[in-house]
């Protein structure tokens, strides 16, 4: 029977999902339109695609590290109760570890490659299962990936901190992790700060109320004071130490190790957050 677009059209309409997902379950079952609907349902696409317009900013930020290489992923989900669950936990640990292991340059590289967890199917298919099963919309979101000498920090899954180092020194790069974690620092020095970054400030600095009526010299005297404390409070070894305030990261390491780069996750960040209103809900649910 020949697939037409308008059949394609049809089912896609009927259960959500996307042209190809489509186009092939009516080619599976010759044109049949309920058993493709079926087949759909069955693959856990119909129901996955039909949730990918929801609001998912929940979920976890975890980091998985085998021999000299690590990652830290970042997996939303809907709720903070499915972020809790065991399989949704399980999905984001073979996230991690296929990251680690495949090395993909993009999230849509990553969808596409088999899971590291052993099962035989993509990442992309995997979620769909999860949707399926779990009743929830979840993204991949993000991933970074690092090789050398690596050491971590989660807090609760929420805060996740992967930690580049040119020597080993677990005790010391925990601290670190911890740290950055807690302080939440921008950039390793100064060095990385962006000029146009600090220009930027300097700007927001000069144009305050306060120092409007100084003459140009002293104004520019005190916004670079200024300046040179905001830019310690985004350099991770200018930073106090979160464990002994008394001494700076920098002071902390030096000697030990040298910090070669950090990547810190929080969980959401930037993403639109559910609004749930109760009573709407129970009202949607007794069909008023």
């Known amino acids: 029977m020949e697939i037409t677009a308008s059949l394609v059209k049809e089912l896609r309409e009927k259960t959500g999902a996307g042209i190809l997902d489509a186009k092939k379950a009516l080619v599976e079952n010759n044109g049949d339109l309920e058993k493709a609907a079926e087949y759909l349902r069955q693959k856990g696409i119909a129901s996955a695609d039909k949730k990918m317009n929801r609001i998912a900013a929940e979920g976890v930020v975890d980091t998985y590290i085998e021999g000299n290489v690590g990652a830290v992923v ?3 989900c809907e709720t903070d109760f ?3 669950n065991a399989d949704f936990q399980e999905l984001v640990e073979g996230v991690a570890k296929t990251v680690v292991k495949a090395n993909p340059a993009t999230v849509e590289d990553l969808m596409a490659t088999q899971c590291a967890c052993g099962c035989g199917r993509t990442i992309e298919e995997r979620v769909k299962e999860k949707i399926a099963t779990i009743g929830e919309k979840i993204t991949v979101r ?4 690092y090789e050398g000498n690596l050491a971590t920090y989660v807090h609760n899954k929420k805060i996740a901190v992967l930690l580049n180092t040119d020597k080993a020194d677990e005790v010391l790069a925990k601290d670190v992790c911890l740290h950055i974690a807690s302080s939440a620092p921008e950039f390793v020095s100064r060095n990385e700060i962006p000029s146009d970054v ?3 400030e300097k700007r927001i600095e000069m144009g305050k109320e306060d ?3 100084k003459p140009e010299e002293i104004r520019a005297k005190i916004v670079e004071g200024r300046d040179n404390k905001l830019m310690a409070q985004r350099c991770l070894l200018e930073q106090p130490f979160v464990k002994d305030p008394s001494q700076t990261v920098g002071q902390l390491i030096e000697g030990k190790m040298n910090i070669v780069k950090f990547e810190r996750f929080v969980l959401g960040e930037g993403l639109e957050k559910r609004k749930d209103n109760f009573a709407d ?3 949607a649910q007794l069909g008023k």
Do not use: S, T, Y
């Open 74 to 76: 970042e997996v939303n």
């Open 82 to 84: 499915v972020a809790k």
């Open 142 to 145: 993000r991933f970074v990936r």
């Open 198 to 200: 600090i220009e930027e």
């Open 211 to 213: 120092l409007a009526k």
């Open 281 to 283: 809900e129970v009202n």
